[in-house]
């Protein structure tokens, strides 16, 4: 079992910036990449970020150039830089981690979740 434990959520102005770390623990032998999905209140889970172990990224259109994503894989951890925030990126961030299966498939755990309000 792989634990994903979340941190850096909270309230923030449009066209602000915060910062989301999650750093993986347990039985991590096998981890391909980490990443970052998200939930409003209206909408289903949706990828925001992803990296693989090697450094690869992936980002979802509606936040390139805005959310970067980094990683220190001694730390098993990875982090979410979101710059520019609006509202429209109000929500629950989960982090999530794919062990033994390709780095952009489906993640097999997840961390509880941490919010994210943007006020206008």
């Known amino acids: 079992q792989v634990q994903l434990a979340e941190s850096g959520g909270g309230l923030v102005q449009a066209g602000g910036s915060l910062r989301l770390s999650c750093t993986a623990s347990?039985?991590?032998?096998?981890?391909?990449?980490m990443g970052w999905y998200r939930q409003g209140p209206e909408t289903q889970r949706e990828l925001v970020a992803t990296i693989s172990v090697s450094g690869s990224t992936n980002y979802a259109s509606s936040v390139k150039g805005r959310f970067t994503i980094s990683g220190d894989s001694a730390k098993r951890t990875v982090y979410l830089q979101m710059n520019s925030l609006k509202s429209e990126d109000t929500a629950v961030y989960y982090c999530a981690a794919i062990v033994g299966r390709p780095w952009l498939g489906q993640p097999n755990y997840w961390g509880q979740g941490t919010p994210v309000t943007v006020s206008s």
């Open positions: 347990g039985s991590t032998f096998g981890l391909n990449a």
